[in-house]
């Protein structure tokens, strides 16, 4: 829904400050933590998109925002929402300032399937997608939609309080597919950059992504804490060129509400767009409920993550099912599965100095995900054509495996596994490689050298030759 199509008035004093920053104050804001400042938000965005662009700026301090709007023929759903804020069309520069400031969900509205009639919640057979039982308290905190002109957006918290809703019947394909978002970015062509955003307890996702995948300039969001969200902590849907330095997503699926895929982030390009060039730097994927990250489907390719640490507690650490994703120095706590393979060893997935490990005093609950066994491969690869490991170090001190394989190739690699539990690290090795554990090698091609439990191998095939 617009929000030039709203209709909110713009006071005087707002249009006054068109000529310096705009706040949500000027269209009648309190602030308070009590008052419900949804329309004075709606308001100051519809004064924004018809200037065309502008700088907002909050105060530190605490904005009540959602609610509800009546059902009507031209809002289907039982509960819809209101336009919280819909910044669209600017082209001129977008600037919001948070300097500290927290939007918080309105408590007690509601967000599933809902009866319209009695407004009690509703459990029907899965999938569900009947329109008229849906509610949710805001689609999105702050959205950002087809904007040519740079987007600024700092030091903001934006709290969902999903332990504050009433929780309704699922809806969906599965679980809660029912938006409620902090922040949405759609097609925007020019850069967006995000800095010390605290997205947290959102139904849904804490960001959601849907870019323009032919644009030439590249997003960057730094400092970004995205947890405890139902269903993502960021969800990529389309575009290409984001960066992300020194970002946290984690703990997805941890509170009041849960949703598949439940991942840390899920890149999953959907309605024919692509996905490509994404960097992760420093970045924490850690405790989500799905995977830490998950690229599965859609046409996504390119992905580099440097000095990055996954963590998987109750399931995978990382799920990079995807061309061209290469991992940099990259810690691993839990089981990585579906690396990319390929016949072309440039589009098959990379992991250079990387370290796989299984102590669970490096898990935020002490727990370590193993595919729901005591012992399990730290590296689970059903296919593994030309998966490389380039100088990793796999030291698994407690019930870990050595990585499950057939032909990834090993270049100067280290493998200690303390388990007694036979591992098959199967593959190519090159360089120089160490194994110490109970390891079943046949198929194995050694090129360079390789120290099994002291046995020096070099040049040699163990067994039939799977290549």
Partial sequence: MAAASCGWPVSATGAQSAR????????????????????????????????????????????????????????????????????????????IRGNGARLKCAPGLRYGAFDRATGRAVNRPMPNYRHEDLASPYYAMISIINCTAPIEISDLELDGSVGELEIGG??????????????????????????????????????EIDGDDKRQARSRFENVVSEYNGRQGVSIIG??????????????????????????????????????????????????????????????????????????????????????????????????????????????CQFHECRFLDDPALSPTGQIYFA????????????????????????????????WSWRATYSDCVMQQASPVLSYPKGMYLGYSTIRGNVDMYGTKIVGTLDLNGRILSGTQMGDDPW
């Fill in 20 to 95: 310096g920053t705009i706040r949500p104050e000027d269209f009648g804001a309190k602030g308070d933590g009590v008052t419900n400042d949804t329309d004075a938000f709606a308001a100051m965005s519809v004064h924004v998109t018809r200037l065309g662009g502008g700088t907002v700026e909050l105060r530190r301090t605490t904005y009540l925002i959602g609610r509800h709007l009546p059902a009507d023929a031209t809002r289907p759903w039982a509960f819809p929402p209101a336009v919280v804020t819909d910044f669209r069309n600017l082209r001129s520069p977008l600037v």
């Fill in 372 to 403: 729901g066994d005591k012992s399990h491969a730290v590296v689970d690869l059903a296919e593994s054509d030309n998966v490389l490991f380039s100088r990793c170090s796999f030291l698994l001190t407690k019930e870990g495996l050595l990585p």
């Fill in 170 to 207: 699922p809806y969906g394909d599965t679980d809660y597919q029912v938006p409620a978002i902090g922040l949405w970015l759609e097609n925007n062509k020019s850069t967006e950059t995000v800095r010390n955003l605290h997205a947290h307890h959102h139904a849904q996702d804490g960001i």
């Fill in 239 to 348: 575009g290409r060129g984001y960066d992300f330095v020194n970002c946290k997503f984690n703990h997805t699926g941890r509170s009041a509400v849960a949703s598949a895929p439940g991942a840390g982030v899920d890149v999953e390009a959907e309605s024919g767009k692509i996905i490509r060039d994404l960097t992760f730097t420093d970045c924490e994927f850690s405790d989500n409920r799905g995977c830490g990250f998950l690229a599965d489907s859609g046409d996504s390719e390119g992905a580099t993550f440097t000095r990055c640490t996954f963590i998987g507690t109750t399931n995978w650490s990382a799920w990079p099912l995807k061309p061209r994703f290469v991992f940099r120095t990259c810690t691993f706590v839990g089981t990585l599965v579906h690396a990319f393979p390929d016949k072309d060893p440039q589009r098959a």
